[in-house]
Nanobody, 122 residues
């Protein structure tokens, strides 16, 4: 019933830019803490960027490796998030996953997207 749908990904040149978007289905009545994680072959999944929601404020957290290069923001569509990735490096090659805390039934649960592959040419 609850899904996160990612768009974007593909091949990008070293030093280039690309963007990802993620949107929750309309079935999600409330969502918070949307963010992006990635997993490269042979490596553990790691946090890339996340929007930390509070009652009346929010903050952003980035992995050290992407600070000053990636920017997370709320998407144009409701219940969505975008990731702008600049100055791409080969080590950015990974499957990128959207995640969020979504209200399901009686509380929030963690929801993951299917992932989208971003490949940076060497």
């Amino acid at each position: 019933q609850v899904q996160l749908v990612e768009s974007g990904g593909g091949l990008v040149q070293t030093g280039g830019s690309t963007g990802l978007t993620c949107e929750a289905t309309e079935k999600v009545s409330a969502i918070r803490n949307m963010g992006w994680y990635r997993q490269a072959p042979g490596k553990q999944r790691e946090m890339v960027a996340v929007i930390i929601d509070d009652i009346g404020s929010s903050s952003k957290d980035y992995a050290e490796s992407v600070k000053d290069r990636f920017t997370i923001s709320r998407g144009a569509a409701k219940n969505s998030v975008a990731l702008q990735m600049n100055a791409m490096k080969a080590e950015d090659t990974a499957v990128y996953y959207c995640r969020a805390d979504a209200w399901v039934g009686r509380g929030y649960i963690e929801v993951w997207g299917q992932g989208t592959l971003v490949t940076v040419s060497s």
